[in-house]
């Protein structure tokens, strides 16, 4: 077992889901809500970590939908009432990682979590929050080491917090939850967790300890993804994936940039994330590649391959059988203008290393298309 | 201004340290005690301080001795109980910083340093300690972003207190203040976070971001060490090596190996740290090579030099002026025997890459006479 310790407490090995009970102690936890969805209570997970639990006998919440909702909150929260909950234990994808972590801040500050839009500077007022212990069980959002909380609203917008009080006080990263995550999931996934590193070594924030990650990040990742989504099976490539993601997640610190950018406004519309981005950061990096000629160099040195990046990157997303159009997802041309106003707005163009206006993502989107 | 947020929340840049009231303001602290030493008071750099704090007025101990004592915290601990102080600001180098966190330490705690210390169990009791903010004025320990605390005991043993509980709320690390620095010591102190790097890239144990870090450290020092320690006013050459050594304190909880298992019993003849270092390590690296091909291969890509890595070091430590064997430093061949011995006990043995007794202990002693 391999205790690390960054932001959080990570323990990261096979198995190591099997420490379950004895971290829930060291939380001092009595009475956590273990919060999942269907896919992984149907996968047998949820049985592996309940029985991992023991003698501990979290409250379960199973019914985490795809983009997490208010709904999905409002549900849990009752649950933590009624039962007398004392922390959060998350199992599953990006959705039960960022529903945990709202669940850990309003048991722990009260009001509704639209009070906490990083947008109206409400996740400022963010203090620590409920106990939690993540477990994921893809490698790929990172969000089990993040700082950030997505939620629909009962309105339908979305809403974001963000606060690194919300980051989980404990890890638990078992490479073998993964085994069983099917081909094009690992990709996608798998392709999300290689733009963090890309994304965030390319932003101009200066946190050298996380570009040293990040480069690691790009250089496991881009050794392991194939491997991993032709041969699921393979524990080596499934260990190397996890500890790309975790690494991602870390360096996640420094601000990602354009096809994160973009991917919001799209992921509206519930296309895959990791898919969006694998169609999207080919093209970013070429449009990069004149005010970031060295730290790309660098990234071409981690990834092994003598291509440029953005080519390497275009024929991996093709050989892993992700689309590698707009149109091949159902995107329309005529919704493309108002996503490039949004993604000029958003936070991430910031840290991208060239500015990009609503004009150049006109026109990024519509060569991704 | 860079705010880095891994172990602790880091402001690094040049005149970080302008920060001070506002994070004294961001902890909460009313009553903040200043420990500094005499040369650090003579500098100027405790002046600069407390104009930055203003308007919050810490008391100040400038009494730290180069070896912490025992004597030095109760002083400590009386002016703290004296003037009912909240937190802990510690500035200057290794010695400052650990006597700060013996006092965060035992004004939270209550007890006697030695009730902590690891060798007997009592450091794993250690919980959350008293606020402190770590200001280093050297680029080197790393101790600013440690978990440990040495200090010589009444009786004049040497007692080490380790919990990542003791690690510094926040870190203003400000280059400005190494400035000044003189070219032994820079040198010396540089030597120190160099092997940090290295020693921590070849400990076994499994910590992918660790690594990657330690790399980062090795590559960072490895170009700006000579500049440093021959114009000492170089900005650029100065905030790379405090980079280094903040990343190689970051890279330390993977454990250290032989040079600093033989560097601790050393130190109690008080010998600079460093400097025994700069010796010692060179001959480690070509008893660890059989043991760690592959990553002494990626240190030297680090370095970016052509030369065997223990060449490179050795030439490194001449061209910098500093002692390149023991005899020069004034060690006695007597005494070489139960530097083995203890060096064979010290828990860094463990985190060597290849197992080392008493008996090669002895050997690499001799060889670095």
Known sequence: ????????????????????????????????????????????????????AHPHKPMVFSGTTENPTEANLDACLALWAEHGCDGVIALGGGSALDLSKAVALLTSHGGRFADYDVKTGGSARIGKVSPQIAIPTAAGTGAEIGRASVMSLH????????????????????????????????????????????????????????????????????????????????????????????????????????????????????????????ILLPHVVAWNRPFSEDRIARLEQATGDGRPLERWLSDLVGDLGLPQTLSALGVHSADLPSIAVKAAKDHLTLTNPRPTGADDYGTLLLEAM
């Open 155 to 278: 309105d339908g917008r979305k809403c974001v917090a963000v606060s690194l009080k919300m980051v989980a006080d404990t890890i638990i990263a078992d490479p073998g939850l993964t085994l069983s995550l099917p081909p094009r999931l690992t990709a996608a996934t798998g392709i999300d967790a290689l733009s963090h590193g890309i994304e965030s070594f390319l932003s101009p924030s200066y946190n050298p300890p996380a570009d040293a990650i990040a480069l690691d990040a790009v250089a496991r990742t881009a050794r392991s993804l194939r491997r991993a989504t032709e041969v699921g099976s393979d524990r080596e490539a499934r260990r190397e994936m996890m500890m790309g993601a975790l690494e991602g997640g870390m360096a996640l610190q420094k601000g990602l940039g354009a096809a994160h950018a973009m991917a919001t406004p799209l992921g509206e519309a519930h296309y895959h994330h990791g898919t969006l981005i694998g």
């Open 1 to 52: 077992m391999s205790l690390i310790q960054y932001l959080s407490r990570i323990q990261f090995d096979f198995d190591a889901i099997d420490l379950l009970a004895d971290e829930i102690s060291a939380l001092g936890l009595r009475r956590p809500l273990l919060v999942t969805d269907r896919g992984i209570e149907a996968s047998g997970i949820l049985g592996r970590a309940l029985h991992a």
